[in-house]
């Protein structure tokens, strides 16, 4: 463990920001931030000109690892990125970042569990949950020298003492044995027994921490595949429903074909997206305005 966590400390960037700079810059929240647009920039740069204590909700899938070549015009910095998001994030507010690990000469590079280190013991956050985000997909190549991938995390991280909103009830799935009459025992932490009085299975149980949907080539959304590394809408709706409430305000730090603003949106929440590609921003934005769902129900 002390080993990942030194590696936790190195840095993807060439540049070095300063967040103590950016932060006194900040005091009193003088500065503004733009809602409901997607921004073209770098997002480090971008989020040191925000105010303190302001998003409500981040989620987004960082290019992770070298898998996708992204226009060759970008750096992961985790750990200052994290930084800056836990400074622009109100107390209570959540990040969670959908990403999987490459793998180079048969072994994982192990970004996913070295972000994850880096911002609890560096930046300040708590891992809420790690969920397994489970992709449904084409069977693809023949893997004869190794398992197939068909799997990412979603680490949820919040600042505080604990997770200002959470919405679960969209999350329900059905129970095997709804109806059914359970009775028996439960094992106690002492390793003992309790005896449980017999009563229904409910109809609807928690979600557990196996995520499963199907991949966003599933979608027909052709202006979406125009960017070489998406995820699903829905994986994107069900953390916005769940973390944050109706006008509350969601930021995608590096938004990509925008699938957080517009599930933000079509959920009538607020919404800051930053990218650095100004291609994929144009994507971002012909998807928000073609995908606004303004009928769409209010949920919690």
Not at 232 to 257: H, N, Q, R, T, W
Not at 260 to 282: D, F, Q
Request: hydrophobic content about 35%; glycine content about 8%.
């Amino acid at each position: 463990m002390r080993k990942v966590k030194e590696q936790a400390e190195v840095v993807y960037s060439t540049k070095e920001r300063k967040l103590s700079s950016a932060a006194h810059e900040n005091i009193g929240n003088t500065a503004k931030v733009n809602l409901n647009q997607i921004v073209n920039g770098d997002c480090l740069d971008m989020l040191s000109t925000f105010p303190d204590n302001v998003i409500d909700l981040t989620v987004f899938s960082p290019p992770y690892d070298g898998i996708r070549d992204y226009k060759k015009n970008w750096t992961f910095d985790f750990g200052t990125l994290g930084k800056h998001l836990y400074r622009v994030t109100k107390d209570g507010g959540a990040a969670i970042v959908v990403i999987g690990d490459g793998t180079k000469n048969f072994a994982k590079s192990l970004t996913s569990f070295r972000l994850a280190v880096n911002w609890v013991d560096e930046g300040g956050w708590k891992l809420f949950e790690n969920v397994i985000y489970k992709r449904d997909g084409n069977p693809g190549a023949w893997w004869n020298q190794r398992f197939r991938v068909d799997h990412e995390y979603v680490l949820m991280f919040f600042k505080g003492s604990r997770p200002k909103t959470f919405h679960k009830q969209h999350l329900m799935i059905p129970s095997k044995h709804a109806g059914k009459i359970y009775s028996g025992t439960d094992r106690l932490t002492n390793g003992g027994f309790k005896s449980i009085e017999p009563k229904a299975v409910n109809p609807l149980k928690c979600r557990g921490t196996v995520w499963q949907y199907s991949t966003s080539n599933t979608e027909g959304n052709k202006l979406k595949l125009q960017h070489p590394a998406t995820f699903p809408d829905k994986l994107a709706e069900d953390l916005i429903l769940c973390f944050s409430k109706p006008d509350d305000i969601v930021l995608d730090p590096m938004c990509g074909s925008g699938t957080t603003c517009v599930m933000a949106h079509n959920n009538h929440r607020k919404y800051i997206g930053i990218e650095i590609s100004s291609e994929y921003c144009e994507i971002a934005q012909k998807r928000i305005k073609n995908e606004f769902l303004p009928e769409q129900k209010k949920m919690f």
